[in-house]
């Protein structure tokens, strides 16, 4: 594709409604590093709680919702791997009797989490962010696995000012989250999140980043239950700092 | 809920919180993962590895019928039986009745997961024969009476003091020592005596060679040879879908099986067999039978979109890499298949109402699949499963009523935000009088373990709508 000039932001329901600060960051680099921001206000959710529970029924509707409002966008941007999988792979799949489908696959090939887009499609790892902490990174299952998102993230973070990363062990195994799993599943899930915070915690570092918001609202509520020092920030929050204003952004508390 | 589903969660929460088995069983998988990693180095091309082997495979599902034939053709012409079971049914009885008639008394198994499947040592022993279990971590296993803890290696949730002490109280009251290879000594001696005791010997079978008609077998210990060697009959059983076309298919099937299994380049006996002893032979077993276990295998064939998981070639490396089974274990799953691909299999094979929700015990993180030496797609399988499970309506109706409704907010964007509003304002209520986690917060299964979440005041859209089309981002 030609390189777009403007994109229509996807803000997954729950960033939306529990986490807005992502997307304001999400929007904030992305104006930044030049592109223009729209936000498409009919929108809700891709579907996915309802695909990935088994009701495919009740969730085509919904992605056929949201085909019919981004059919038309140059380039689609969302600040959670999950939620751009479920464009990017699932709805050939659940869209394949739809009339909708061949806009959905064209939709498809113009979708991409913010990190992917800003290395693989804008080109840029500098987006002139100054973030002086201590990061590790977690590699969010829906966003390695499905979108093969590898190396993008940690790019954009070797960027940063100030910024000093350490890797955790394990920072492939999945933190437990799951979308539904997290509540069908609670011991389980659990059992995942307080793996991952001791990973987390062994590294010692100030925050813990991901491409994956959904990942990081059930690893702080992990780790503010187990009272650990360390918070969640999403990725695209540590890339928005400009280092004008120096509060942290971690995820807000209300 | 089903009753194994019951038993899944009381397990699974038990299993999950217990610190001392995660760190038992992260051991023993964190170094079987060196030994795979290193394994994958030893082929040029893994990638082209796994590729092969999913194409190899593939061709043997879709041609099962002639395969199959091409097999027993073989097998018979060399004075072999072939023997077809529909079900665990008629397997345990063919192999029941070829016991009683050849006045058999002691068997020796090697490992077979389908045997444990179709549940053929309790049917042998009902008729009074005693069947030793051959395989070092199934004759744990067996000794304790429990089920393999895992397809690959059984007895992983064991420590050496633990066996020891199960020698000790089963075997040998002496043993002092929990030394690995005096532990070892002592097995192999008690073993000894019912491989020379035993007039049948019954194995499992890794592939079955179409072209060659030949069961081949893949094992470390040497049990193997013993079982098929020297008693006077060798009953293999085992599932239609472990059939390949060519020999010279095992050339990449042998390896790869080896080092996603173990890490090893090849297992230590790789054991072709084609029939009994025939004349001028040394050793071998006079009678030679084949038992075809279907069990639900063709209706899984029958399923164009799930057919592939027949591939399977038991390898075990989806469950060494699945979070979920590092944490629950494998007995959590009361299953005869634990990790990724008994959640796939299960539901098929033993009822989707009952065991649909090992398909929703699952994050959906897709390392299994990243592993899986012959490719199987399996967790887009568990979403199939899922949705399969809510068509056949084995899932609770007020969950389906909540997604109905959850559809109609999403197909109203004004609906939509005034319901994440409310929802907000209800929770900041709730918690601002201090009841989160109580029977009045519906986010109490969240809570448990959680922190509440962040609930502000305004959403994006909002914020959006106010002043972001200008003021959000740089100046």
Redesign the interface.
Known sequence: MSKPRTVSLF?P?F???????V??DT??V???VGYG?D?P?????C?Q???????????R??AE?FVRVFKHADAVVCPSGSCATMIRT?YT?LLVQSSLRQDAIALAGRTFELSEFLVKVAGITQVGATFPHSVTYHAA??GL??LHIHDEPLQLLREVDGLTLIEMVRS???C????????????????????KAESVAATGAEFVTATDPSCL??L???L??RRASTRTIYLGSILAQ?GLAQKSSA???? | MSTAAQRFLQDAAVKSADLMHRELIRHNLDSYDAAHLKGRTRIKDWEAARQKCQEIKREAINHLDRYLLQFEEKVVARGGHVFWAANSEEACTYVKNLATQRGVRTVVKSKSMVTEEIHLTPALEKTGTRVWETDLGEFIVQLRDEAPYHIVTPAMHLNRGQIAELFREKLDSTIESDDPTDLMAVARRKLREAFFAAEMGISGANFLVADAGAVAISTNEGNGRLCTSVPRIHVVVTGIEKIIPRLEDLAVLWPVLATSGTGQGITTYSTLIGGPRRAGEADGPEEFHVVLVDNGRSRLLADAEQREVLHCIRCGACLNICPVYRHVGGHAYGTTYQGPIGSVLTPHLNGITEFQHLSYASSLCGACTSVCPVKIDLHHHLLQNRRNATEAGATKSSERIMFRTWRYAMMHPRIYALGGWSVRKALRVVYGLGLAGSILDPMRVWNRYRSPVPLPTESFRALWKKDGRKNLGPS
Not at chain 1, 176 to 195: E, H, M, R, Y
């Open positions: 803000i329901c960033v939306d409604q529990l986490l807005p600060q997307a304001v929007v904030k992305l104006r930044r921001v936000y206000e009919d929108q809700t959710c579907g709680p309802a695909f990935n529970t088994g009701y495919w029924d009740e969730a509707p919904c919702h699932f799949d299952c829906h696995r499905e492939e195994e999945c437990g989250f799951g979308g539904t799993f997290a509540i069908k599943f609670s011991d389980i899930s659990a059992a995942l999140g307080n793996s609202l059930h702080e509520g992990i503010g239950k400009d995820q807000e508390k209300s």
